[in-house]
């Protein structure tokens, strides 16, 4: 099976950033698309960035500009790095890698908030 394990949540003022860190015990070359998700207390799960095997990446319209995502596949690594970051930011993000079948992370906080 292959686990997800997220790193780098956490508070951060307006306008800060943060880097946001998924380690599989798979390897990720292997995983055709990659990507971040979020989700807000009674708010629906939606699609923060995606990035696949050829590099084509795809953000949320409301992070586009402020939001990279980048991929490390010596390191098995996903990475969200997070610029001028807003209140409306606020939620827990979830790693996704996915081939045939669709993997999980924990979720890691962030709190954007003065």
């Known amino acids: 099976q292959v686990q997800l394990v997220e790193s780098g949540g956490g508070l951060v003022q307006p306008g800060g950033s943060l880097r946001l860190s998924c380690a599989t015990s798979?390897?990720?070359?292997?995983?055709?698309?990659v990507g971040w998700y979020r989700q807000a207390p009674g708010k629906q799960r939606e699609l923060v960035a995606l990035i696949t095997t050829g590099g084509s990446t795809d953000y949320a319209g409301s992070v586009k500009g402020r939001f990279t995502i980048s991929r490390d596949n010596a390191k098995n690594t996903l990475y969200l790095q997070m610029n001028s970051l807003k209140p409306e930011d606020t939620a827990v993000y979830y790693c996704y890698m996915s081939t045939f079948l669709a993997y999980w992370g924990q979720g890691t906080q962030v709190t954007v908030s003065s």
């Open positions: 798979g390897k990720m070359s292997n995983m055709n698309r």
